[in-house]
C-alpha cells in the first residue's frame, strides 16, 4: 500500500477531499520525523511507538579492498507496533 492509497482510503471513508486529506498525512509524518529527529520517541495509544535505537559501534568489512572498518555508533529510527496492533496480524493474515 502506497501513500496514495491511504489518502484514497481515507478520502472515500471520510468524504473529504483528496488534497485536504494528502496535507493531513503528509502533516502527520513530518511531526513524526520532526519529533525523531529532535530526539523525541512518539506513542500512538493502540497503534505502535515511533522510537529512536541506538546502534553500538561495530567492525565491519570491505569486502573489495579486504579491509576492517569501524562503523561508529549511531542512532536509527524505528517502528515497535502495539500488542493490540501485533495480534490483529497474528490471527487475520495468513501465513505464506
Do not use: C, W
Request: proline share 3%; aromatic share 6%.
Amino acid at each position: 500500500m502506497t501513500k496514495a492509497d491511504i489518502v484514497a482510503k481515507i478520502s472515500e471513508k471520510l468524504g473529504m477531499e483528496k488534497g485536504d486529506v494528502q496535507a493531513t498525512v503528509e502533516s502527520f509524518m513530518d511531526e513524526v520525523k520532526n519529533s525523531l529527529e529532535s530526539g523525541d520517541n512518539v506513542y500512538l495509544r493502540g497503534f505502535g511507538s515511533f522510537i529512536i535505537k541506538t546502534r553500538a559501534e561495530k567492525t565491519g568489512r570491505n569486502i573489495s579492498k579486504n579491509t576492517t572498518i569501524k562503523i561508529p555508533a549511531h542512532n536509527i529510527p524505528a517502528f515497535k507496533p502495539a500488542k493490540v496492533f501485533v495480534e490483529g496480524v497474528k490471527t487475520n493474515v495468513e501465513v505464506k
